[in-house]
């Protein structure tokens, strides 16, 4: 391998984002992701890209092997996952065979902790040993006797909305730290081999610490609920484990606290990416990285009384996914269905290495180069329940059979399920049961049933 002429990795990581185009003024308030803006007018923003997971396990398994959650045998929440995939079939692993300094830097691959000394031993050049210096996260209530944290105060909303209200509790944050470690990295790198570095950062998952300033951003009281929520949502069909009611949604003041919460968390997480994006075009490798931006999924804000993820509709696993080719320093916006499982291969393709064997994911790279991509079906899974986004319609299938059928360009939320009736239901009925296929999910006739590849 030529090392020079080798484009370095940047793997920037958010945690439960929400495809965050979709939500600019969707509830009145603007969500102000200016860094976010500003790369996306230099890069491809795929916003129609989609996790293959709706939780955080199965969806990093899948998107840093380039293998389905029916291959990898990781379909729900896991945090042993690496009992059931080899380091091997990490696609930074690979790319460490082929030369590359591979580094981690926060929450990519699984948790908070370090990782099994085998997987990071194979999958990093780093010393295992280092990887016990973990980023330290937010402080806990619970941890003291009044329920005060020092050096915090609270907004109120979902989870209280908690914030700092000092520069040293502020540079205490988890993102604050991993931040400062990567864009150390970006200025002292000087190896001869191209690397992969990996940013992981919590945000926005909760509790939604942030500097005090990222909640006095929103004005909650100008945070408005969407006109189709009134409609009602359909709720008979899917099983009762996947429709959990967490917040009152009709309370209306509590509910937009808790809207600025998260906006504010991703809004610091913008801020936290801007930092890194300075840090890398003020270095020497600014014109010979390649910068990677995604989430591992979405996560509901409200709607049907959840402030969660775990579900199968779009708001759940439409997720944020940005590549940058410095070579190409032009904004596109891809409106066409792809999947974070075609994170790797189009790595792999960028840098001209093998595809990853039986990998369903496909490259992103004719996309990046303004070619539209074949109609294709996109899968997301969780447990045995499935479904698609395929053109303008999501169709899912749950475990028990039962059947929700949305037409997103008119129902975005999927207030209405559209129902057996519909002349677009037969195709994407058989569109699902294909895609199921290739991607390790065989749904038995007559049956409820289902073998896993």
């Known amino acids: 391998m030529n090392e020079k002429a080798q484009k370095n990795i940047l793997l920037i ?33 795929f916003q129609a890209a989609y996790s293959q997971a709706p939780v955080c396990s199965p969806s990093r398994a899948s998107f840093m092997t380039g293998l389905s959650p029916h291959q990898t045998g990781v379909t729900h929440s896991d945090p042993r996952y690496f009992d059931k995939i080899s380091p091997l079939d990490l696609w930074p692993s ?13 929450k990519v691959m699984r948790g908070y902790r370090a990782l099994p000394q085998e997987v990071h031993e194979t999958v990093y050049s780093t010393p295992y040993s280092d990887s016990h210096r973990r980023f330290s996260l937010a402080r806990r209530k619970s941890r003291y006797a009044d329920g005060k944290i020092p050096d915090h105060m609270e907004f109120g909303g979902y989870r209280g909305g908690m914030a700092t209200t000092t520069k040293d509790a502020d540079r205490n944050l988890y993102d604050n730290q ?30 939604w610490t942030t500097p005090r ?18 409609h009602g949502f359909d709720l008979d069909t899917p099983p009762a484990d996947l429709v ?8 209306q003041r509590f509910w937009r606290q808790s809207v600025r ?12 990416i801007g930092r890194v994006w300075d840090a890398l075009k003020a270095s020497a490798h600014a014109e010979n990285t390649l910068v990677i931006i995604l989430s591992d999924h979405g996560m509901h804000l409200g709607e049907r009384n959840w402030f969660g993820k775990s579900t199968l509709w779009e708001q759940a696993v439409n997720v944020p996914l940005i590549i940058h080719d410095p070579a190409q320093p032009v904004g596109q916006a891809v409106s066409d269905p792809v999947g974070l499982i075609d994170v790797g291969p189009t790595v792999m393709d960028c840098l001209g290495l093998p595809p ?20 294709r079906a996109v899968p997301s899974f969780f447990y045995d329940h499935a ?10 299938r749950y475990g028990n059979g039962a059947e929700q059928f949305f037409d997103l360009s008119r129902d975005w939320w999927q207030t209405q399920n559209l129902g057996e009736a519909h002349p677009a239901y037969e195709p994407m009925r058989q569109a699902f049961d294909e895609c199921c296929r290739d991607y390790g999910l065989e749904w038995q006739s007559g049956t409820t049933s289902v073998e896993h590849a």
């Open 13 to 45: 990581c958010l945690d439960d984002a929400v495809a965050f185009w979709k939500y600019k003024s969707v509830f009145g308030e603007v969500l102000q992701t200016p860094n976010l803006d500003r790369i996306c007018g230099q890069s491809t923003s």
């Open 94 to 106: 690979r790319l460490k065979q082929h030369g590359y300094h591979t580094a981690p830097g926060g």
């Open 178 to 207: 991993v931040a400062e470690d990567a864009i150390s990295f970006l200025k002292t790198y000087d190896g001869e081999a191209p690397f992969y570095r990996e940013v992981g950062f919590q945000s926005p998952h909760g509790p």
């Open 213 to 230: 300033r990222f909640k006095e951003m929103y004005n909650f009281k100008a945070i408005r609920q969407p006109k189709d929520w009134a």
């Open 244 to 251: 959990r009611e967490n917040i009152e949604s009709s309370r």
């Open 261 to 272: 919460n998260y906006f504010s968390a991703l809004s610091y997480a913008d801020y936290q």
């Open 356 to 375: 990853i064997a039986g990998s369903p994911g496909r490259s992103l790279l004719p996309q990046m180069r303004w070619e539209r991509a074949p109609d």
């Open 387 to 396: 479904a698609i986004r395929k053109g303008k319609y999501r169709f899912i």
